[in-house]
């Protein structure tokens, strides 16, 4: 099993930063087809061969995900990905 881990910094208000998480969740929904919901302040997303959470703590973005087998392969290309929105919503 392969991981994920990202963090990344804000200095967003926190209904802010949350509204920005929500925009990053839903892009990644619609590139890679997961299901996600808000538990306090983390964000945890599932699909078949992935489980992980978005963590909106203070001062940054804590992204964690578990990659299955075959998601394990596309491990780089995932990542970029999710550092690509991260970049966006949050510089």
């Given at each position: 099993?392969?991981?994920?881990?990202?963090?990344?910094?804000?200095?967003?208000?926190d209904?802010e930063?949350?509204?920005?998480?929500?925009?990053?969740?839903?892009?990644?929904?619609?590139?890679?087809?997961?299901?996600?919901?808000?538990e306090?302040?983390?964000l945890?997303?599932?699909r078949?061969g992935?489980?992980g959470?978005?963590?909106?703590?203070p001062g940054?973005?804590h992204?964690?995900?578990?990659l299955?087998?075959?998601?394990a392969?596309?491990?780089?290309?995932?990542e970029?990905?999710?550092?690509?929105?991260l970049?966006?919503e949050?510089?």
């Open positions: 099993m392969s991981t994920i881990d990202i963090k990344h910094p804000h200095s967003r208000p209904d930063a949350r509204a920005a998480v929500e925009r990053v969740a839903e892009k990644i929904q619609e590139k890679f087809q997961i299901d996600y919901a808000w306090g302040d983390h945890h997303f599932q078949s992935v489980d959470n978005i963590l909106l703590e940054q973005i992204v964690t995900a578990k299955g087998f075959l998601l392969m596309m491990r780089g290309p995932i970029e990905e999710i550092r690509k929105y970049a966006r949050f510089s």
